[in-house]
Structures are given as C-alpha cells and as structure tokens.
C-alpha cells in the first residue's frame, strides 16, 4: 500500500485528498501498478460486498429483497465515491451500469471488476446464494474470460458498447436472509441527510454529464431530453450550465469524446455504428467531431490505440 500512496504523490499515512473522478481512477490505476494479480480487484469487490464495507452495500445487506438491496447501493452510492449507479428494468433483465462523475478517460479495468464484483456478492451473500448473475458484459477486448467466468460463474461477454451487470428480473424479489427491518428503517434517515447536503454542494455539470451519458444510447441527448430528465426548463439549465463557465454543448462533447475512445480502443464496431451510439445524426458529423477532439480520423486513432 505504501506504493500505491508514492504512486499518487502521497506519503504514507498521510490522509488522502477529497476523492474527486480523476484520483479515483489514479488509486486504481496505482493498485494495477504494483500487484502482478489479474483477479485483484475481484477479490476487493467480492470482500466489500460480501462484508459491507462501503456504507452503502452495509446498508444494502439489511435489504428486505434483492432489489432493494440494488435500489439502496444505487442511491447512496455516491456518498463516498464519484460515481452513480444506474439500475435500469428493461425486457426480463435487470441491468447495472456505472456512470463516473466528471470521468475524461475510461475506468480503470480494476475498478470495473471490483464494482460488479461487489455487488455478485452482494447478491449472493443477501439471498444465500439463491441469486447471481445471468451475464456480465464488458466494454474492453477480450481478457481473462476464463478467471472472469469462474469468479461470476456466468456467461460473459467482451467488445459491448458499456459495461453491464446483469440479472434476471425475477431475482428482485428473492428476499434477503440477512434483512434486518429495524436496522435499516434506522440507517436510512441519516443517509438521506447526507444525501441532501451531498446535494447542495454537487455541481450541475456533474448531473449534466450523468444524464447524457445515461442518454447516449437511447438516441441524440439533446438539452431538451436532458432538461427534462434533471427538472429544468432548457433555458434554465443552459443559464445554469453558463454560471459554472461552460454550456452544454461542451459537455455533449466531453462525454462524446470519452465514450469514442473507449469504443474505439475496446470494441470491434465500426466507426458508423459508433457515429449512431454517440447520438450523431449521420458518420461524417461524428468524423468531423472526432478530428476535432484528436487531430486525426477515427480509424487512424484506432490503429495507433491498437499499436500502443
């Protein structure tokens, strides 16, 4: 641990800086660095959720069913980290993603095992392993597919366009051997508490940023969609967007040019199939963009990613 502190510019012992995106991501980064272990971060996630370690997956343990244990850790999740947890219900599924806060590059291949890790074991530790995943997709080339299905013990799948844990819908409701009704209707006010002032103090942008990003694939994130989904009249959150010194077409952007590296780089989709993701209109409007953002072409990025 005394190298991961050295690798973030800390000493050792010394209390670490406010936990924004950026040092999130060089905490992970940093573990990469000085462990030869690929099933790491599977082994930190499958501890935190197995033991409740974060307040979040503790107070989820106390959960009457599955998914109010879900519903809990998406909620609260973002007291302690920079990111939020998007459970959406869709066809038979339940699907779990994670949107980090302000991210400028993709999350580190640790932290993304770690997060669905964490929340199997949840899963399996809450219902006395009577649910578990049906499949996890990852955004990134294949790798590990074999420790990978071994730990989740589930199919999985490489080269998605987002990261997804993925459980059946009927898995919501099989209760929790370690509910605790009285526990939790007595954790619960506190963190709403600190939810609000977490609130007052979070920046519109970083809403922004969510919204888009949770919008990306459901076609063209326009301001009004955005507006809409944040309780704002477009006007409003424009204005608001140019107190905090930037607009939202800068924001449109920023998540557009983090989600094109990461497709690039991890996935075999052509570059039209991209275009259409990101929510462009047609392939040159996203080529166009794209040479903005880099100084070159989509695929020439591509070769060099593949190079590096």
């Given at each position: 641990?005394?190298?991961?502190?050295?690798?973030?510019?800390?000493?050792?012992?010394?209390?670490?800086?406010?936990?924004?995106?950026?040092?999130?991501?060089?905490?992970?980064?940093?573990?990469?660095?000085?462990t030869?272990?690929?099933?790491?971060?599977?082994?930190?996630?499958?501890?935190?959720?197995?033991?409740?370690?974060?307040?979040?997956?503790?107070?989820?343990?106390?959960?009457?069913?599955?998914?109010?244990?879900l519903?809990?850790?998406?909620?609260?999740?973002?007291i302690?980290?920079?990111?939020d947890?998007?459970?959406?219900?869709?066809?038979?599924?339940?699907?779990?993603?994670?949107?980090?806060?302000?991210?400028?590059?993709?999350?580190?291949?640790?932290?993304?095992?770690?997060?669905?890790?964490?929340?199997?074991?949840?899963?399996?530790?809450?219902?006395?392993?009577?649910?578990?995943p049906?499949?996890?997709?990852?955004?990134?080339?294949?790798?590990?597919a074999?420790?990978?299905?071994?730990?989740?013990?589930?199919?999985?799948?490489?080269?998605?366009?987002?990261?997804r844990?993925i459980?059946?819908?009927?898995?919501?409701?099989?209760?929790?051997?370690?509910?605790?009704?009285?526990?939790?209707?007595?954790?619960?006010?506190?963190?709403?508490?600190?939810?609000?002032?977490?609130?007052?103090?979070?920046?519109?942008?970083?809403?922004?940023?969510?919204?888009?990003?949770?919008?990306?694939?459901?076609?063209?994130?326009?301001?009004?969609?955005?507006a809409?989904?944040?309780?704002?009249?477009?006007?409003t959150l424009?204005?608001?967007?140019?107190?905090?010194?930037?607009?939202?077409?800068?924001?449109?952007?920023?998540?557009?040019?983090?989600?094109?590296?990461?497709?690039?780089?991890?996935?075999e989709?052509?570059?039209v199939?991209?275009?259409?993701?990101?929510?462009?209109?047609?392939?040159?409007?996203?080529?166009?963009?794209?040479?903005?953002?880099?100084?070159?072409?989509?695929?020439?990025?591509?070769e060099?990613?593949?190079?590096?």
């Amino acid at each position: 641990m005394d190298r991961v502190w050295a690798l973030l510019g800390l000493e050792a012992g010394q209390p670490p800086p406010m936990v924004t995106t950026e040092t999130f991501f060089a905490f992970w980064r940093a573990v990469e660095e000085v462990t030869d272990r690929r099933d790491i971060g599977l082994v930190i996630g499958a501890e935190s959720g197995r033991h409740g370690y974060s307040i979040a997956t503790a107070t989820a343990l106390y959960a009457a069913t599955l998914g109010e244990a879900l519903e809990t850790v998406a909620r609260y999740k973002r007291i302690a980290c920079p990111e939020d947890v998007d459970v959406e219900i869709a066809r038979g599924e339940v699907s779990i993603r994670f949107h980090w806060i302000l991210a400028t590059t993709e999350a580190p291949r640790l932290l993304v095992d770690s997060a669905f890790a964490s929340f199997a074991s949840l899963a399996r530790t809450g219902t006395d392993g009577k649910a578990a995943p049906a499949r996890v997709e990852f955004a990134r080339r294949r790798a590990d597919a074999a420790l990978l299905r071994t730990h989740f013990e589930c199919p999985i799948a490489f080269g998605a366009t987002v990261d997804r844990l993925i459980f059946h819908r009927s898995a919501l409701a099989t209760p929790f051997v370690t509910a605790d009704v009285e526990a939790f209707s007595r954790v619960v006010p506190g963190l709403e508490a600190e939810l609000v002032g977490r609130s007052r103090t979070r920046s519109l942008r970083d809403d922004v940023r969510v919204a888009i990003a949770r919008n990306m694939s459901r076609g063209r994130p326009s301001v009004e969609v955005v507006a809409r989904r944040l309780h704002l009249s477009p006007r409003t959150l424009q204005r608001r967007l140019g107190d905090e010194r930037t607009t939202y077409q800068q924001q449109l952007d920023q998540v557009r040019r983090t989600s094109a590296r990461r497709l690039l780089a991890n996935t075999e989709l052509d570059t039209v199939d991209i275009a259409f993701l990101l929510g462009f209109e047609e392939p040159n409007s996203f080529a166009r963009a794209f040479r903005s953002w880099e100084r070159t072409t989509p695929v020439r990025w591509r070769e060099r990613a593949s190079r590096a």
